[in-house]
């Protein structure tokens, strides 16, 4: 693997290579016009959902039959999606990170992240539900569809109806159904006790309609058990012990919901890492293949307890489980990899040595990981953390290259970090080039940006130019102060005058001096005193 390489699914097409998580955009287009059920089955296979309704209605109105096949592919899709279309950019932001003007890319948040903080709600008398209610004949896997949509997007009270119609109908329930419901147990009642009691109803009822529990089944009763506390905790054993009874081994997404049982998250450390410290012993070397849509947030999981303890052997071991056979393939989609490269790097930058920490992050970025802009400023602290403060121009033109510039903290930080020091003259002038290229930012479409011209932005970049012995682009900045309507602080003006005295440079010192007289400083006075003092000045002067 080439870690400098783009992610392998863009090496065809360099142009199209997304330089941020941002741009992890899927485009479809439809292809199939005419009235047909093809027509249906392609705007269901591209989960394109009220194009799809609208094709059905279509095909109903002009007298043409659907197949069952087809309309219980269109039930699922709808019930999938709670009768949405499914998020995937331009969606609205849902609240501001650092300021209204310091993440505008945020309004274009790839699909999960929105769509796990915008949860989408069941619909009452939706598209599923008319569907449903105009077909002649209602079997169970139409049953199926509306019962685990209606769990999957909180009408769990609904779901538990919709089954109790469906007995009262004289129809078998299946699998399915039971997992959905068995996940939802929860909903609908109050007490541990009362939602342990609803599993185990529902679980006698499987067993009396001989339906046999599979995997996704145990992964259900787990999942419920998260929100059973001391309950729940008490019937992990049991279940796995009846998983092992039946054969059924468990899948990433089972260990999943056993650290969920006993690690909350935002937990802050309490929990036994014991229990994670035993999982990743029996899983140490185990390839995997997913069997449930969960099986990809157990790395993530996992990753957050390491963090969460500040355990660095454990992430150690949890990403050498993730290098075995594909098992990366169960990371997760590229939102997903983000949380869990995010969570080990940001351990990693608290943690480790500054040296251990950038192999790490050159072999992780750009191939696995696009660090958001949290990430590079624990990068950052690193950095300060272990005296390498040198490598700051280094990284600050990955944080251009991944369109974080336009975070106010980070180029903040940026600036900071270099100003807040004098070193030797090669790092100056190295700390000097990058802060005019932070300058050229600011200086930018506004619009792109988002970043207004601050004190602190202005003073460091004049400083850091002033080490350098720039002096002409150090005043440049200075008149920046008058025209963004900020004022200088009296030890950038006494630095300044230092800088002209070495240089030679009277007139320069008289300008500055009323620089500060037309700011009414109160070290005007000091400085027109030193300005006398140290310089050779004509009368004019």
Same mark, same amino acid.
């Given at each position: 693997q080439d870690p400098t390489?783009? #992610?392998?699914?863009?090496?065809?097409?360099?142009?199209?290579?997304?330089?941020?998580?941002?741009?992890?955009?899927?485009?479809?287009?439809?292809q199939l016009e005419e009235l047909s059920e093809e027509a249906l089955k392609e705007r269901i296979n591209l989960r394109k959902v009220q194009a799809a309704v609208d094709m059905y209605d279509q095909l109903l109105q002009a007298g043409t039959a659907v197949s069952l096949e087809t309309t219980h592919d269109l039930?699922?899709?709808?019930?999938?999606?709670?009768?949405?279309? #499914?998020?995937?950019?331009?969606?609205?932001?849902?609240?501001e990170v650092e300021g209204s003007a310091e993440d505008s890319k945020n309004k274009k948040w790839r699909g999960h992240w929105v769509s796990d903080l915008i949860k989408v709600t069941w619909k009452e008398n939706n598209n599923a539900e008319r569907i449903f209610n105009l077909l002649p004949e209602r079997d169970t896997r139409c049953y199926s569809a509306l019962i685990r949509g209606m769990v999957m997007h909180g009408a769990s009270a609904k779901a538990f109806s919709m089954y109790t119609d469906l007995l009262n109908n004289r129809l078998t329930a299946d699998v399915h159904i039971f997992n959905a419901l068995i996940s939802a147990a929860p909903d609908v009642r109050e007490k541990y006790t009362e939602r342990w009691a609803a599993i185990v109803e529902l679980l006698n009822q499987m067993s009396q309609q001989k339906i046999q529990p599979n995997l996704l089944t145990f992964n259900s009763i787990l999942k419920a058990l998260k929100?059973?506390?001391?309950?729940?905790?008490?019937?992990?054993?049991?279940?796995?012990?009846?998983?092992?009874?039946?054969?059924?081994?468990?899948?990433?997404?089972?260990?999943?919901?056993?650290?969920?049982?006993?690690?909350?998250?935002?937990?802050?450390?309490?929990?036994?890492?014991?229990?994670?410290?035993?999982?990743?012993?029996?899983?140490?070397?185990?390839?995997?293949?997913?069997?449930?849509p969960d099986d990809v947030m157990f790395f993530s999981s996992a990753m957050r307890i390491c963090l969460d303890h500040k355990d660095l052997e454990l992430s150690y071991k949890i990403q050498s489980l993730v290098e075995v056979g594909e098992n990366w393939r169960l990371l997760g989609d590229s939102f997903q990899q983000s949380i869990y490269y995010g969570r080990f790097f940001n351990l990693l930058c608290m943690m480790e040595h500054i040296d251990v920490v950038l192999k790490w992050y050159r072999k992780l970025i750009p191939s696995l990981y696009y660090p958001n802009h949290q990430g590079m400023r624990d990068l950052l602290q690193a950095l300060d953390t272990d005296s390498r403060l040198d490598l700051v121009p280094t990284i600050w033109k990955d944080i251009r290259t991944l369109g974080h510039d336009t975070k106010v903290r980070l180029?903040?930080?940026?600036?900071?970090?270099?100003?807040?020091?004098?070193?030797?003259?090669?790092?100056?002038?190295?700390?000097?080039?990058?802060?005019?290229?932070?300058?050229?930012?600011?200086?930018e479409d506004k619009w792109r940006t988002g970043l207004e011209w601050?004190?602190?932005?202005?003073?460091?970049?004049?400083?850091?130019?002033?080490?350098?012995?720039?002096?002409?682009?150090a005043w440049d900045m200075l008149q920046l102060f008058k025209s963004k309507n900020r004022v200088p602080k009296d030890e950038l003006l006494e630095n300044f005058l230092s800088v002209c005295h070495s240089n030679g440079t009277p007139q320069r010192a008289v300008e500055l001096v009323q620089l500060s007289a037309a700011f009414y400083l109160a070290s005007t006075p000091r400085l027109a005193t030193r300005a006398l003092a140290e310089f050779q000045l004509t009368e004019e002067q």
């Open positions: 390489a783009y #992610p392998y699914q863009f090496q065809d097409d360099s142009y199209l290579a997304p330089r941020t998580s941002l741009e992890f955009v899927q485009t479809v287009t439809l039930l699922d899709l709808i019930c999938l999606y709670s009768d949405t279309e #499914p998020v995937q950019d331009e969606e609205p932001q849902t609240k929100r059973c506390g001391s309950t729940g905790k008490a019937q992990v054993g049991h279940t796995l012990n009846e998983m092992k009874a039946l054969g059924i081994a468990p899948s990433l997404a089972t260990f999943n919901h056993i650290l969920g049982v006993y690690f909350r998250p935002g937990s802050n450390g309490k929990g036994n890492i014991d229990i994670l410290q035993d999982v990743m012993s029996e899983l140490a070397g185990t390839s995997f293949t997913c069997q449930d180029v903040h930080e940026v600036l900071n970090l270099m100003a807040r020091e004098i070193h030797s003259p090669e790092i100056q002038e190295s700390f000097a080039a990058c802060a005019l290229d932070v300058k050229r930012v600011f200086e601050t004190t602190s932005a202005l003073s460091s970049i004049a400083t850091l130019l002033l080490r350098a012995n720039k002096t002409e682009q």
